[in-house]
């Protein structure tokens, strides 16, 4: 099994900063994809950003220019540093993963989801 641990959501004001972090942990032996999605009341959940492990990055164009999307491959983790942050980006944000890591002595995919950090943008 694979965990995400994310840390960093909380309440700011229009124009503020964020920056969310998420740790993936357990029976690793590679982390293909890392992203963030987000989730408003009465929304679909919805792709913010992700980052492969050379380094692409995909971005939704709701916050291109605003928010940054990087990793630290050796520790497994991923950063969303969002700036400029509006009200609409109120929402829960959740981290993903997608790799390989050990099941018993096998080999075997994961796709493993955080439990959720609220972010609020106030106006």
């Known amino acids: 099994q694979v965990q995400l641990v994310e840390s960093g959501g909380g309440l700011v004001q229009a124009g503020g900063s964020l920056r969310l972090s998420c740790a993936a942990s357990?029976?690793?032996?590679?982390?293909?994809?890392m992203g963030w999605y987000r989730q408003a009341p009465g929304k679909q959940r919805e792709l913010v950003a992700a980052v492969t492990l050379g380094g692409s990055t995909n971005y939704a164009d709701s916050v291109k220019g605003r928010f940054t999307i990087s990793r630290d491959n050796a520790n497994n983790t991923v950063y969303l540093q969002m700036n400029d942050l509006k009200a609409e980006d109120t929402a829960v944000y959740y981290c993903?993963?997608?790799?390989?890591?050990?099941?018993?002595?096998?080999?075997?995919?994961?796709?493993?989801w955080g439990q959720g950090t609220q972010v609020t943008v106030s106006s």
């Open positions: 993903n993963a997608a790799g390989v890591g050990v099941r018993g002595i096998l080999r075997a995919s994961f796709n493993s």
């Open positions: 357990g029976s690793i032996v590679r982390v293909d994809a």
